[in-house]
Structure formats: structure tokens, C-alpha cells
């Protein structure tokens, strides 16, 4: 992974005990089994992780939340006159494909709908704006699944929009990675949450000539980062795990990959993994990591080794 332009004017940069100083009396609300449904496939997150990162992120989350309300009162209240209820907190969570980022947002939420100043917490991920296997076939894009191009954005902004104007049931078609398609016909509905957390790969992306951008509407932003050799080692050990289960359903789209040898599926993950998701992280995700409010970097077992916030 290349080195972030680091100038201490522009970030702070904590250590894992530097960090885990600032959960001051952050309860640990979170139980061993809970913390154990949370993790996904080769994406482990110690009690260790819940305490001394996780609960500080927490805590400096809840004070964000504070004040985002506490400026929607200003302009609101104070300034038109007219109080109204404070809009949707969102936060914002970007970075590679394998990186964690689906287990460290379900975490995250855990932990923040047990803050009682906001309980609604929910948390969506950019999978169910990708467009329909029909439609990138059609377009000639299955090869560029994740891309920013694989995306609709119109319907991703419309929602982010929707949610910072407090509309109530608002619905987000469901992905299924089994399928590899979005569910005809489901649905996950948002109905105005104090927080939503919005995470996939493109967060942070910039469209050029678009009117607006997803981080438009984020009051913070996450990016999940860690060393490239490190990725596509934890993609092709997720990738192996999955051909020995999921894929041996007759319902998977990658059922074909079924009675691959072990040494057969690490060369099929290492050969997408070269040819779409390395591609995809250098050229659209890993550029965008410097516009996120806080950066986690990993270590070579997923621990979380160093926090870069950024001061402004």
C-alpha cells in the first residue's frame, strides 16, 4: 500500500495505547458471543480490538453526533425560527475489498445504538446500489463489478438525500452474494435513523462533473486500510473458505468453482484478485483514502496497529 502525504499539520497519528487512552468510562457493552455473530468470514475482531479501539471510535462518534444536532439547531432554531427534528448522523466507511470493512460497520453499530442519546442506528451497504447482473451484462461491465461504473449512482445520492431530509420507509434493494445480483423485489427499509452508517467501496469516490458526491452528506468518514500484500492474502483465504461452503450450494453464482483443488482456488483468487480488485483499489478506492476524517491501519493479522484523524 503507498504511503499516505502524512505532515503532522494535517493528521494525528495514535498508536493502539495512545488510542485506547481516550475511551475514558466508555462501557463495554458488548458481550464475547454478540462480538462473535458480528465477524464475518476471516475478518476477526478480538475484545482486545472492542476495547482499546472500538470504544474510543465509539465515544468520539457519540461527540460527533452531538454536535451535527447542536448545528442543525443553530440553523434551524436559532436562525429560521423553526425548530424541526435534527436530521440522520451519517458516517461514512470506504476501503478495500477483504479489508473488513462489513464486520468492522456491524461492530461499529453494535456499539453505537447502545449510546442512549441514539439508539436507531442503522447501517447500509453500497451492495444494493450495484446495478442488476442483466444490466452489467449488458453493458459489458461484469468484469468491472465494484467499479465505480457498476454502480447506480443516481439511485445511491437519492437515497443519501432522502435520508438527510428525514423521509420516513425509505427503501434500498437487497444484495445477495450468494445470488450475486440484487433480489427482485426486496427491500431494506430506513425510517429516519438517528444514525446511519453507509459503507462499501465507493464512498469516498469523486465523480467528475457530478452536481454531488456520496460524502456530501457524511458527518464523518472511515477508510479501512492496510497493506496491499496483506488484502490479497485475507482475499484469497476468504475466497478458499467460501469455494469449500458457499459455493458448493447449487444457488451460488460461483457454484462452477465447486470441485476446485485447494491450490486451484488460490490461483482463481489470486487471478481475480490481480485483474479486478487490485486494479480497482489502486485506480478508484486507495485515492480516496486521504479525503476520510479517520484512517484505521491493520496489521498483517487484522489488528488494528495505528489511527491517523485528520485535524481538519
Same mark, same amino acid.
Given at each position: *500500500?503507498?504511503? *499516505?502525504?502524512?505532515?503532522?499539520?494535517?493528521?494525528?497519528?495514535f498508536?493502539?495505547?495512545?488510542?485506547?487512552?481516550?475511551?475514558?468510562?466508555? @462501557?463495554?457493552?458488548?458481550?464475547?458471543?454478540? $462480538?462473535?455473530?458480528?465477524?464475518? $468470514?476471516?475478518?476477526?475482531?478480538?475484545?482486545?480490538?472492542?476495547?482499546d479501539?472500538?470504544?474510543?471510535?465509539s465515544?468520539?462518534?457519540n461527540?460527533?453526533?452531538?454536535?451535527?444536532?447542536?448545528?442543525?439547531?443553530?440553523?434551524?432554531?436559532?436562525?429560521?425560527?423553526?425548530?424541526?427534528?435534527?436530521?440522520?448522523?451519517?458516517?461514512?466507511?470506504?476501503?478495500?475489498?477483504?479489508?473488513?470493512?462489513?464486520? %468492522?460497520?456491524?461492530?461499529?453499530?453494535?456499539?453505537?445504538?447502545?449510546?442512549?442519546?441514539? =439508539?436507531?442506528?442503522?447501517?447500509?451497504?453500497?451492495?444494493?446500489?450495484?446495478?442488476?447482473?442483466?444490466? $452489467?451484462?449488458?453493458?459489458?461491465? *461484469?468484469?468491472?463489478?465494484?467499479?465505480? !461504473?457498476?454502480?447506480?449512482?443516481?439511485?445511491?445520492?437519492?437515497?443519501?438525500?432522502?435520508?438527510?431530509?428525514? !423521509?420516513?420507509?425509505?427503501?434500498? @434493494?437487497?444484495?445477495?452474494? !450468494?445470488?450475486?445480483?440484487?433480489?427482485?423485489?426486496?427491500?431494506q427499509?430506513v425510517?429516519? =435513523?438517528?444514525?446511519?452508517? %453507509?459503507?462499501?467501496?465507493?464512498?469516498?469516490?469523486?465523480?467528475?462533473?457530478?452536481?454531488?458526491?456520496?460524502?456530501?452528506?457524511?458527518?464523518?468518514?472511515?477508510? $479501512?486500510?492496510?497493506?496491499?500484500?496483506?488484502?490479497?492474502?485475507?482475499?484469497?483465504?476468504?475466497?478458499?473458505?467460501?469455494?469449500?461452503?458457499? %459455493?458448493?450450494?447449487?444457488?451460488?453464482? %460461483?457454484?462452477?468453482?465447486?470441485?476446485?483443488?485447494?491450490?486451484?482456488a488460490?490461483d482463481?483468487?489470486?487471478?481475480?484478485?490481480?485483474?479486478?480488485?487490485?486494479?480497482?483499489?489502486?485506480?478508484?478506492?486507495? =485515492?480516496?483514502?486521504?479525503r476520510?476524517?479517520?484512517?484505521?491501519?491493520?496489521?498483517a493479522?487484522?489488528?488494528?496497529?495505528? *489511527?491517523?484523524?485528520?485535524?481538519?
Amino acid at each position: *500500500m503507498t504511503a *499516505m502525504n502524512f505532515s503532522p499539520a494535517s493528521y494525528l497519528v495514535f498508536g493502539r495505547e495512545d488510542w485506547a487512552a481516550l475511551r475514558a468510562n466508555t @462501557p463495554l457493552s458488548l458481550s464475547h458471543s454478540e $462480538l462473535q455473530e458480528l465477524c464475518g $468470514l476471516n475478518e476477526p475482531v478480538s475484545f482486545a480490538d472492542v476495547a482499546d479501539i472500538y470504544l474510543p471510535l465509539s465515544r468520539l462518534l457519540n461527540l460527533y453526533v452531538r454536535a451535527a444536532r447542536r448545528l442543525s439547531g443553530v440553523v434551524e432554531g436559532a436562525f429560521l425560527g423553526r425548530p424541526s427534528p435534527a436530521p440522520p448522523c451519517i458516517i461514512g466507511v470506504a476501503g478495500s475489498v477483504a479489508v473488513g470493512k462489513s464486520t %468492522f460497520a456491524r461492530v461499529l453499530r453494535a456499539l453505537l445504538s447502545r449510546w442512549p442519546d441514539h =439508539p436507531h442506528v442503522e447501517l447500509v451497504t453500497t451492495d444494493g446500489f450495484l446495478l442488476p447482473t442483466q444490466v $452489467l451484462e449488458r453493458r459489458g461491465l *461484469m468484469s468491472r463489478k465494484g467499479f465505480p !461504473e457498476s454502480y447506480d449512482l443516481r439511485r445511491m445520492l437519492n437515497f443519501l438525500m432522502s435520508v438527510k431530509a428525514g !423521509e420516513a420507509s425509505l427503501r434500498v @434493494p437487497v444484495y445477495s452474494h !450468494e445470488a450475486y445480483d440484487i433480489v427482485p423485489g426486496e427491500f431494506q427499509y430506513v425510517d429516519r =435513523p438517528d444514525v446511519l452508517i %453507509f459503507e462499501g467501496l465507493n464512498v469516498l469516490q469523486v465523480v467528475a462533473g457530478a452536481p454531488a458526491v456520496a460524502s456530501d452528506f457524511f458527518d464523518f468518514s472511515i477508510y $479501512l486500510d492496510a497493506d496491499v500484500t496483506d488484502i490479497e492474502r485475507w482475499y484469497s483465504e476468504r475466497f478458499s473458505l467460501l469455494q469449500r461452503t458457499v %459455493f458448493q450450494r447449487p444457488s451460488s453464482y %460461483f457454484h462452477h468453482f465447486k470441485d476446485l483443488t485447494p491450490a486451484q482456488a488460490d490461483d482463481v483468487a489470486r487471478d481475480i484478485w490481480q485483474h479486478t480488485n487490485l486494479p480497482n483499489l489502486l485506480h478508484n478506492i486507495e =485515492p480516496t483514502r486521504e479525503r476520510a476524517r479517520l484512517v484505521i491501519r491493520k496489521d498483517a493479522s487484522h489488528a488494528i496497529k495505528e *489511527m491517523w484523524l485528520r485535524r481538519a
